[in-house]
């Protein structure tokens, strides 16, 4: 079955609606771009709606992914909750934190809050040694 979903990313402004089938396995799923409702500032300037999905698909992408990378690479930062549906999620200690923003660029800006020079150095490798990393993202 074809669903249509309506995306509203934390990334940016823009909500876009894309078709996707119920009948392919996620790890095949495709998602195709149906219509883009609001095209936000920084993606103003794509005209192709393929194109701004992309963009928009690989911006968040890169933070989610990049998030998690933080997280499994300073596991004394973290600790796991149980959430109220009874689902375990990782989050940050007490006095530690990671807020995200993006550029005028759109390059990924990361502010560590709490982390000494060890963990510091810990984030940095993790774009200094991955190619979807490398020159797009910035530790702030
Ligand atoms: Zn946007």
Not at 12 to 23: G, L
Not at 73 to 87: F, H, K, M, N, R
Request: charged content about 40%.
């Amino acid at each position: 079955m074809i669903k249509t979903t309506t995306w509203k990313p934390d990334t940016c402004d823009c909500i876009i609606e894309y078709e996707w089938d119920t009948d392919t396995s996620s790890s095949e799923r495709v998602h195709t771009i149906k219509n883009i409702i609001k095209k936000c500032d920084a993606h103003n300037n794509i005209i192709n709606k393929t194109d701004c999905f992309d963009n928009v698909m690989d911006e968040n992408t890169r933070k989610n992914i990049f998030i998690e990378e933080i997280k499994k690479a300073v596991p004394e930062l973290i600790e796991e909750i149980t959430q109220e549906d009874g689902s375990k999620k990782k989050v940050f200690k007490e006095n530690y934190d990671c807020k995200w923003t993006f550029d005028v660029d759109r390059k990924l800006e990361i502010e560590l809050i709490g982390f000494d020079e060890t963990a510091k150095n810990k984030v940095e490798n993790i774009i200094l040694s991955d190619a979807k990393f490398l020159d797009k993202v910035n530790i702030k």
